[in-house]
């Protein structure tokens, strides 16, 4: 997605020629196909614009993109009781070093992070955090 800015500036006009509140802000191709993010839901008209959109680019594969879909649901997750210190080291536990773990992990496979991880000492004597 070379020119992913003249994309989304693309998008954004025709979804506000339809009036639409809905604006896309991140564009990006994975390995997965192509993900597109927007500021609401959006609805499936408006998916329907961004689709046409794509599939008139030239620079762009049409295996990748395989469906629109809505996002099904939102959860989060809140992790407890984590040790703030790394194990064997001084370095405290960041939200890029969580982030990778989640990643890691068998279970979020088909998990995509809304924001990064927020890491929140449980107090300043406490060598615990909350995730």
Wanted: proline share 1%.
């Amino acid at each position: 997605m070379v020119q992913s800015n003249m994309h989304i500036t693309n998008i954004n006009r025709l979804l506000k020629g339809v009036k639409s509140k809905i604006l896309a802000d991140y564009i990006c191709s994975d390995n997965k196909g192509i993900v597109v993010m927007t500021n609401k839901v959006t609805t499936s008209s408006n998916l329907n614009i961004v689709e046409k959109y794509m599939k008139e680019l030239n620079d762009i594969n049409l295996n990748d993109i395989i469906s629109t879909k809505l996002s099904q649901s939102k959860s989060y997750l809140k992790i407890l009781d984590i040790s703030y210190f790394i194990d064997n080291t001084n370095l405290s536990v960041i939200s890029d070093i969580i982030e990778r773990v989640i990643k890691s992990t068998q279970i979020f496979n088909n998990i995509v992070l809304a924001s990064c991880p927020q890491v929140i000492k449980i107090s300043s004597k406490s060598n615990i955090i909350i995730v």
